[in-house]
């Protein structure tokens, strides 16, 4: 257990619908990553949030968006669904804003049907 | 963009020996951290060694250990005495921005 939880760990669900995947980061983490992993792909950074604020975009779709609550687990909901969205979804945490260490959740794994 | 390459998608090693896995990088911030990640086939991302920028020494975790080559922008992972649960895809990355390569996948031969 790396101490990063995400949930749900795999969900299904149909083309043009909506979803919310949750990240509690390790205790005492202020920093929240989400990123994307394709069958086979690498890692495409999505989004940062440091104790409640944005900090950095990356390869973020509109229909994608995130926040990071006061108790500082994240949400990522992504919406209108498409069959290209079907991937892993990572949570990293870290108790920096720059550098450091990164701890990964489990992953989502969301299919699109 | 500031990138992340692996030169090599797969690369084999004989159990006991040694591999040298390749990764370089571009980048304009003058301190910043490098990494690398393995992924087993359960898909969880582990750290195996971090290299912080500002030190010159390399980075060592008991079997894995880099050659952090800052002027030439390479990190490469030397994985030494190679276990058969060493096989995986490693991935190189740099924080601060948190930029992954496309991986590498280790297949070690019993």
């Known amino acids: 257990d790396s101490g990063v939880t995400q949930t749900p760990k795999h969900l299904i669900t149909a083309t043009g619908q909506r979803v919310t995947l949750r990240c509690s980061p390790r205790?005492?983490?202020?920093?929240v990553y989400w990123y994307q992993q394709s069958l086979d792909q690498g890692l495409q950074f999505l989004i940062q949030?440091?104790?409640?604020?944005?900090?950095a975009k990356g390869n973020i779709l509109e229909r994608f968006s995130a926040q990071q609550f006061p108790d500082l687990h994240s949400e990522l909901n992504l919406s209108s669904l498409e069959l290209g969205d079907s991937a892993l979804y990572f949570c990293?945490?870290?108790?920096?804003?720059?550098?450091?260490?990164?701890?990964f959740g489990s992953g989502t794994r969301l299919t699109v049907v | 963009a500031q990138t992340v390459t692996q030169s090599q998608p797969e690369m084999s090693v004989q159990e006991a020996e040694t591999v040298t896995l390749s990764c370089t990088y571009d980048?304009?911030?003058?301190?910043?951290?490098l990494f690398w990640y393995k992924q087993p086939p359960s898909r969880q991302m582990i750290l195996v060694i971090r290299?912080?920028?500002?030190?010159?020494q390399n980075a060592t975790e008991n079997r894995f250990s880099v050659n952090f080559q800052k002027a030439a922008k390479s990190f490469s992972l030397k994985i030494s005495d190679s276990q058969l649960g060493d096989a995986a895809m490693y991935f190189c990355?740099?924080?601060?921005?948190?930029?992954f390569g496309a991986g590498t996948r280790l297949t070690v031969k019993p």
């Open positions: 990293a945490s870290s108790p920096y804003l720059l550098g450091g260490g990164y701890t």
């Open positions: 205790s005492g983490d202020l920093s």
């Open positions: 980048t304009s911030e003058s301190d910043y951290y």
């Open positions: 990355a740099r924080a601060p921005d948190m930029r």
């Open positions: 290299q912080e920028a500002y030190k010159q």
């Open positions: 949030y440091y104790n409640g604020e944005e900090r």
